[in-house]
């Protein structure tokens, strides 16, 4: 919601230059923290044939109300103090050849496992939980929402940016405002029986939003339906700003681009390793190119919550299928030229086979786990010992069942804790006819371990998928394209007036 105003300050510091002293004092201005705090398996990927690699950010608004300004804006003063929430979660990939980039939104009451979690200030320890993602940013901080996100999604995230409501305000202002429109008048007020509201009152049409009303704009969900809705509007806004940095010639004008560096700078939380204004300089050059054409907004595919109606999770298939995407970087749009390269099999390429030799089957000690438990499925009961049999009629005789208790893993993966281990791992998975990028190594785990994913629920062989194509997307993943002018947003009736 909040984090156009963190996309507008990346591309401005790409361009601005600085002198020396003023370079410092906005350097000074960086508040940072730690990449990751919590439990995470997630890996980078792999260099395409050019050697390029992708690049992920995550983006999160803060519902903090600890400050003055922030308590003024948020509403619900009763809230002051608390240990944030990040309402707003958003990730953003940039293709490794840098022509695409896309945007994921994940609402913010989406229940998903949440990694143990060590606060970096002040060492408190946050057990592994399952909950909506929102609560993890009150877990120690940004880096316990990266890692959340990379265990759902086995995506390698390179930073986090975080931002809360005085920050939004003063990015807004620095922009100059920002066009939305809505098709109806809209007024997202208190209702008799539904509380708090953003305040946003606007007449049906197109209006350019700033300061405390681009926040409203950001902030509004009962006008627009839902977190659903909300998710689209701030995508909206998102385009709109990018479209607007595009169109204007801010990078000329000295004391604009002085004003918009110091909101920027002021504004931002950021991953340490981005601590500085030459990487966000850096990260700005990476940024900029993408057309906005081919920029493509969306929202993880999801499903009401069967434990909670007011909450929702991840919509297995068309959620794994997005992620795939991701992981193997494969366009959302069908705009750009072929993917990464395949091999014979059609899936997509797969990290390097290790050059370890691998043991006899029968020397392998393995340990089989049934992670087939989802949000709406009890686990299938016996999968462990059936897939372990299945090892042992291949020759991994010391292939054995972990009868402790189920997990809820969207896709079956192979984990080994060292690299003396990882041919023995890749074995185990190419017997099953798991693919070599769901091998992973971990040190949550004493050795090569298969887990029996929500993928593969029954059968003796594993359902090998052909890899999505460019523009394969969900239909039900609401994109929306950073070139569209004419997109807009409908009113829920109750809050139309």
């Known amino acids: 919601m909040r984090w156009s105003a963190a996309t507008l300050s990346v591309l401005i510091l790409g361009t601005a230059g600085v002198g020396y002293l003023y370079y410092e004092h906005l350097n000074g201005n960086i508040q940072k923290g730690a990449r990751s705090i919590g439990d995470s398996k997630a890996r980078r990927t792999e260099p395409n044939a050019a050697g390029q690699t992708p690049l992920n950010i995550l983006l999160i608004g803060s519902d903090s109300r600890n400050s003055a300004a922030n308590v003024s804006l948020g509403g619900d003063r009763k809230n002051a103090g608390n240990p944030p929430l990040g309402d707003v979660q958003m990730l953003v990939h940039v293709s490794a050849d840098r022509k695409s980039a896309a945007v994921v939104s994940i609402p913010r009451d ?4 949440i990694p143990k979690c060590v606060d970096p200030k002040t060492g408190e320890k946050f057990a592994a939980t399952n909950d909506i993602i929102n609560t993890s940013l009150a877990r120690g901080g940004a880096g316990c929402t990266l890692a959340t996100w990379q265990n759902l999604t086995g995506v390698y995230i390179d930073h986090w940016m975080t931002i809360d409501f005085a920050g ?20 997202d007020r208190p209702k008799p029986r539904v ?7 606007l007449t049906a049409g197109r209006h350019k939003v700033q300061g405390k009303q681009a926040l409203q704009w950001l902030r509004t969900r009962h006008a627009f339906y839902s977190d659903l809705g909300r998710a689209k509007a701030q995508h909206m806004y998102m385009n709109s700003m990018i479209r607007t940095l595009k169109s204007q010639n801010v990078f000329t004008d000295g004391g604009r681009l002085t004003d918009l560096a110091e909101a920027a700078t002021k504004s931002l939380t950021v991953s340490e390793e981005l ?19 081919r920029i493509t907004m969306t929202t993880m595919p ?31 749009d069908d705009k750009g030229g072929a993917p990464a390269a395949k091999n014979p099999t059609g899936e997509a390429s797969a990290p390097p086979v290790s050059t370890d030799p691998a043991a006899a089957p029968g020397k392998i000690g393995v340990l089989v786990q049934n992670g087939t438990r989802t949000a709406e499925l009890a686990a299938v009961g016996g999968r ?16 054995a069942a972990d009868t402790s208790g189920s997990l809820s893993v969207e896709q079956t993966v192979v984990h080994y804790p060292s690299a003396d281990l990882a041919g023995d791992a890749q074995l185990v998975a190419k017997s ?11 040190t949550d785990v004493s050795g090569v371990t ?14 090998r998928k052909a890899a999505p194509k460019a523009g394969q997307l969900p239909a039900t993943a609401d994109k929306l394209v950073g070139s569209d002018t004419k997109s807009c947003m409908d009113v829920y009736s109750p809050y139309r007036w």
């Not at 509380?195 to 009152?201: D, I, N, V």
């Not at 601590?275 to 054409?293: A, C, H, I, R, W």
């Open 110 to 113: 989406t229940r998903v496992d």
């Open 168 to 187: 939004v305000v003063k990015m807004a202002d620095a922009i100059g405002g920002v066009e939305v429109c809505v098709k109806q008048n809209v007024w």
């Open 195 to 201: 509380s708090g509201g953003s305040g946003l009152k």
């Open 275 to 293: 601590g500085s204004v030459k990487e966000l300089f850096d990260l700005g050059m990476q940024l900029k190119s993408v057309p906005t054409d």
């Open 302 to 332: 999801t499903v009401e919550d069967p434990k909670d109606v007011n909450h929702l999770v991840p919509a297995g298939a068309d959620a794994e299928q997005m992620w795939t995407m991701l992981r193997d970087d494969i366009a959302f």
């Open 384 to 399: 462990a010992t059936a897939i372990s049999q299945v090892l042992i009629g291949k020759g991994f005789t010391n292939a």
């Open 432 to 442: 099953l006819g798991i693919p070599a990028s769901s091998v992973k190594k971990s």
């Open 450 to 463: 298969v887990t029996v994913g929500a993928d593969w629920r029954e059968g003796a062989a594993y359902p």
